[in-house]
């Protein structure tokens, strides 16, 4: 009996192999174009990364050395950005309510331009932090979060939260957020996306006061939770909200390869990436 289960085993494979066929796949080459990546905020000068985008074969990003990058404020020209080994860099700290706009120039590619204006600083009211108040099944501890937003502005608006991790004087990495029932949280459908940050609108909540409820997990249960609150603007919040699910689509899976590729958004005029602002505000708590 065993002998006739492993001829027939060994039939299986040798009609397997022989049916097997390589087939090769004509991927086409679109044109390289430029990628701008600059997120700035009224407490920095504006810092931008250009770049040219590649096959989805190749690996690395090819820098641009060679553009003529100019700042306006307003409509007006502030300067030429020089570039500084790896980035370009203005002497410009952008203030508050002001539009900014960069034009870029580089040989053989069309004219990119961007403009963005920086945001009112958020308005962080009290905020509480319970640890561990629960275990999930792999015995992970979660704690939570809860933080006091004034929106005080009438028009729509839009945040972003950081959560950092401090442990003997040194930052450790974001921590792991983890779904509850907030429902701003809930409301932009990303949590199951593993995001590196919290961002959301003011949809439910404009023009008023809202506690916001994060759960997450301490990597170093005794660390310090540094939080950072950020009023972004909207092309910032499309941005970071469509790379966080192209991210997760492209994360490997052993049983069911790469998933499908998400569309990033970018405000980017004849090229890709980013060119935006945001304004943020501070706050740490102890373990104690």
Same mark, same amino acid.
């Given at each position: 009996? $065993?002998g006739?289960?492993?001829?027939?085993?060994?039939?299986f494979?040798?009609?397997?192999?022989?049916? #097997? $066929?390589?087939i090769?796949? /004509?991927?086409?080459? %679109?044109?390289?174009?430029l990628?701008?990546?600059s997120?700035? #905020?009224s407490?920095?000068? !504006?810092k931008?990364?250009?770049s040219?985008?590649?096959f989805?074969?190749?690996?690395?990003r090819?820098?641009?050395?060679?553009?003529?990058?100019?700042?306006?404020?307003d409509? !007006?020209?502030?300067?030429?950005?020089?570039?500084? #080994?790896?980035?370009?860099?203005?002497?410009t700290?952008?203030?508050?309510g002001s539009?900014?706009?960069?034009?870029?120039?580089v040989?053989?590619?069309?004219?990119?331009?961007?403009?963005?204006?920086?945001? =009112?600083?958020? !308005?962080l009211?009290?905020?509480q932090l319970?640890?561990?108040?629960?275990?999930?099944?792999n015995?992970?501890?979660?704690s939570?979060?809860k933080l006091q937003?004034? /929106?005080?502005?009438?028009?729509?608006?839009?945040?972003?939260?950081?959560?950092?991790?401090?442990?003997?004087?040194?930052?450790?990495? /974001? @921590?792991?957020?983890? $779904?509850?029932q907030?429902? @701003?949280?809930?409301?932009?459908?990303?949590?199951?996306?593993?995001?590196?940050?919290?961002?959301?609108?003011d949809?439910?909540?404009? #023009?008023?006061?809202?506690?916001?409820?994060?759960?997450?997990?301490?990597?170093?249960?005794?660390s310090?939770?540094?939080?950072i609150?950020?009023?972004?603007? $909207?092309e910032?919040?499309?941005?970071?909200?469509?790379?966080?699910?192209?991210?997760?689509s492209?994360?490997?899976?052993?049983? %069911?390869?790469?998933? =499908?590729?998400?569309?990033?958004?970018?405000?980017?005029?004849?090229?890709?990436?980013?060119?935006?602002?945001?304004? =943020?505000?501070? /706050?740490?708590?102890?373990?104690?």
């Amino acid at each position: 009996m $065993k002998g006739k289960i492993f001829y027939i085993a060994l039939l299986f494979l040798l009609l397997y192999t022989q049916c #097997s $066929k390589e087939i090769e796949i /004509d991927i086409p080459q %679109n044109s390289a174009r430029l990628v701008v990546n600059s997120l700035f #905020s009224s407490d920095t000068i !504006v810092k931008l990364n250009l770049s040219k985008s590649i096959f989805i074969l190749d690996h690395g990003r090819p820098i641009v050395k060679n553009a003529q990058i100019k700042l306006y404020k307003d409509g !007006v020209f502030l300067e030429n950005l020089s570039f500084d #080994s790896q980035k370009y860099i203005s002497q410009t700290k952008p203030q508050r309510g002001s539009d900014y706009k960069i034009t870029i120039n580089v040989p053989e590619f069309p004219t990119l331009e961007a403009v963005n204006k920086v945001p =009112e600083m958020p !308005v962080l009211g009290q905020t509480q932090l319970e640890r561990n108040i629960y275990v999930e099944d792999n015995m992970v501890k979660f704690s939570r979060l809860k933080l006091q937003i004034e /929106d005080i502005s009438n028009g729509q608006d839009y945040y972003e939260v950081f959560l950092l991790e401090r442990y003997n004087g040194n930052l450790l990495m /974001d @921590v792991s957020y983890h $779904k509850n029932q907030d429902a @701003v949280i809930n409301n932009e459908g990303l949590i199951d996306y593993r995001p590196s940050s919290i961002i959301f609108s003011d949809e439910l909540f404009n #023009s008023s006061s809202y506690q916001l409820s994060i759960d997450f997990h301490f990597f170093k249960e005794e660390s310090d939770l540094i939080i950072i609150l950020r009023s972004i603007s $909207k092309e910032y919040y499309l941005y970071q909200k469509y790379l966080t699910i192209h991210l997760h689509s492209q994360d490997d899976d052993f049983w %069911n390869g790469l998933g =499908e590729p998400a569309q990033v958004y970018s405000n980017i005029r004849n090229g890709y990436g980013i060119f935006a602002a945001y304004s =943020e505000v501070r /706050d740490t708590i102890l373990n104690q």
